[in-house]
């Protein structure tokens, strides 16, 4: 009996569950969203809910009153906690019976009165079960209304082998280790929660001659900017008819499922720190990824970079276009991709970006 309760006590804490979770809500889309402020008392401005903007890395943090864990999601960029952005989080509701994907800004209804014990956005067939990898049955998604059939996949990132890590890297703590005895740079080797993905292009070319970097956080100690687990690069030029002034900059960012070539104001000369602080909050729906000027889109895509996916230049805007607005390909034919890689040395890489930098 003695060792029956110290199981007890170990579930209720959560100690049997995986502590580390991938999430991936497909391409779902609510149009015109209600979102709230942070003190949920003033509704923003209606946005497009892609639901792919809150994939990514979830971590257990404390249990529900009943002992299931309570997953939070964590930055795009190194994986801890969000400093100032609220996170979404999964959990168990009971008043479901359920578990549930939900966040606590944005609501299925801006009427007064409206009041809701379970927020839910995603939730699970009734279940009673205390570990959210083995939930099985359908998922519903409120997009404006209830639709069924969610995608909704949860993967655990705690590894017991080398072989959850692929072959491609080491198992140390439950964690993946993909660095390798010749390489220690996150630009050598495979990289991924679990070494899934091979060495990132570091520069590629589009089929309109433009040219892509891999963009850096910090190049002194070679940290490149990553989000939602894949490389950020930035426009260097070649593009036909578009000029960028010196202070405003174009990345190639990806936002969960698609890649989005973005245009920032001022955001060239933000310095070091100023990058840092952004990436490192960075989120693709809170900080509105695709807006009015952003130039291009690929397909939903998972692969690891822009490599292999088809690209649409956006056009026109307005509710005849759907969210992304007016697509024009710019892949011909359909399914031969955009861009093509040019540089795969990272030692020529690095002596070429720190040549730039020091000659700013």
Known sequence: L?????????????????????????????????????NS??????????????????????????????????????????????????????????????????????????????????????????????VGGDWKIWIGTVSNGADFQVFCNECDGEVDCNYHGQCVDKRCDCSDSEFDRQLEGYFGKS???????????????????????????EKPFFSYDRPVYVYEGGWENLTIPDDDIIIMIYGG????????????SIGRTGWIQYVTEFHAFWDEVYTHQTKIVSDPSTHSSPIGSDFYQIGKRGERYGPFGELNPLSDPAGSGFFDCIEMNTTAHLIYVADQLNSQ
């Open 2 to 38: 003695a060792g029956m309760a110290f199981i007890n006590v170990k579930q209720y804490r959560g100690d049997f569950y995986c502590g580390s979770v991938s999430i991936h809500l497909g391409d779902h889309i609510w149009e015109e969203a209600v979102v709230y402020n942070n």
């Open 41 to 134: 008392t003033i509704v923003r401005d209606r946005m497009n809910l892609i639901f792919s903007y809150f994939n990514g890395l979830y971590v257990k943090n404390g249990t529900t009153k009943d002992g299931r864990p309570i997953y939070i999601e964590q930055n795009k960029y190194s994986g801890e906690p969000y400093e100032q952005k609220v996170p979404a989080k999964i959990q168990y509701c009971v008043s479901e019976k359920a578990w549930v994907f939900m966040h606590p800004n944005i609501r299925k209804s801006s009427l007064n009165g409206y009041n809701e014990e379970c927020p839910w956005l995603l939730k699970s067939s009734e279940t009673t079960e205390f570990n959210l990898l083995e």
């Open 195 to 221: 070494c899934q993905f091979k060495k990132p292009c570091l520069q590629m070319q589009g089929d309109l001659n433009d040219t892509w970097r891999i963009a850096w956080v910090d190049i002194a100690e």
């Open 257 to 268: 499922s698609r890649w989005f070539g973005a245009y920032y104001e001022g955001m060239a």
